[in-house]
């Protein structure tokens, strides 16, 4: 290994532990069990670290071809080393995750099958979290504040969950008071997820759906209903881009967000009622200009930057717009 690189692994170890103690020490304060601690804040180390009760998450943000060439092994093996000292954790509880494109459902494809489950908790809410077995682990971070926000507008609101994932959000809405919620995915894995996290949290039965469905096709379907149900409350956080072959049609977040939002907004909003949208995808612009939101009586608020945690230092990790009448 290079000098720079060996000097850049000493500036990791160092920046390590001095975020180690700031991050133990907020978390604490805030009563937080899951939440980031690095995030390639060495541009030599591309990496990112999440840290959960039952161990820590490492993921591998090289490009590609630098994760071929084989310097990149003896980096891995150091960084590897050194999260494991820093945190005085064994090997099997640190899990190492490789981000590459996705293509379709590839997002819900296991990584393994060592049925690594666990119950933790936030904001007196239980999850259950999976740090092998998938990409991602049942809980997206970057949205915890999302969730509170959500929980504190819901109560005796009806609620409609979009791209549901492992239903976190309809779990903070029902704690919130929701009268009742609807959670759509496509994957059937996430919606039994979903079942269970809601289910823990003691909201079930026929005031809290989870429907496993292609999410285009329910929404086309469901709108030409004349008798369909409206909602005061709806989240959705779509994939940037998928193409799987149980979509009836490819999904692309840039050209087709604009379609998607106002259908939503005219076909299943109550009045009153808002739209909150996320996407991940960082180049992404609101084709929905300021005058056609005024035009239908409601406003587009950008709250990107006040929804990102402390601990997360990338401002791009995801984009926020809540759609709201006009006051």
């Not at 090289?62 to 090997?91: C, G, N, W, Y």
Request: charged letters at 30%; proline letters at 3%; one cysteine or more.
């Amino acid at each position: 290994m290079t000098e720079r690189g060996l000097g850049a692994l000493t500036m990791f170890e160092n920046r390590l532990r001095k975020l180690k103690k700031e991050r133990e020490k907020w978390a604490k304060r805030e009563n937080i069990n899951c939440y980031r601690i690095y995030s390639e804040d060495i541009p030599q180390i591309p990496f990112i670290l999440d840290r959960y009760p039952n161990g820590l998450v490492l993921y591998d943000k090289s490009s590609l071809r630098f994760q071929a060439e084989t310097d990149h092994d003896a980096r891995l093996k150091e960084i590897v080393r050194i999260v494991m000292e820093v945190f005085q954790i064994p090997e099997n509880k640190l899990f190492l995750k490789q981000r590459k494109k996705q293509k379709g459902l590839d997002q819900y494809e296991k990584f393994s099958i060592e049925g690594n489950f666990f119950w933790t908790t936030e904001a007196n809410l239980e999850f259950r979290i999976n740090l092998s077995d998938y990409l991602d682990t049942g809980l997206f971070l970057d949205h915890r504040i999302t969730r509170s926000w959500l929980k504190e507008k819901s109560k005796n609101k009806s609620v409609l969950n979009l791209f549901s994932y492992t239903g976190a959000f309809s779990v903070y809405a029902a704690s919130g008071g929701a009268s009742k919620t609807k959670s759509i995915d496509l994957s059937k894995t996430y919606c039994d997820w979903a079942v269970q996290n809601l289910r823990r949290n003691g909201f079930e039965g026929s005031n809290h759906k989870i429907i496993n469905a292609d999410i285009l096709k329910w929404i086309e379907e469901e709108s030409k209903n004349p008798n369909r149900e409206r909602y005061d409350f709806i989240f959705l956080d779509p994939p940037t881009f998928s193409n799987s072959k149980k979509m009836y049609e490819e999904w692309e977040v840039q050209t087709k967000h604009r379609n998607l939002l106002l259908l939503l907004l005219t076909k299943f909003l109550s009045d009153k009622g808002e739209i909150w949208f996320s996407t991940n995808f960082r180049k992404f612009k609101m084709e929905v200009e300021e005058e056609e939101w005024k035009e239908r009586g409601y406003q587009c608020l950008n709250r990107t930057k006040e929804s990102i945690p402390p601990d997360f230092r990338d401002e791009k990790i995801h984009q926020l717009f809540c759609i709201m009448p006009l006051v």
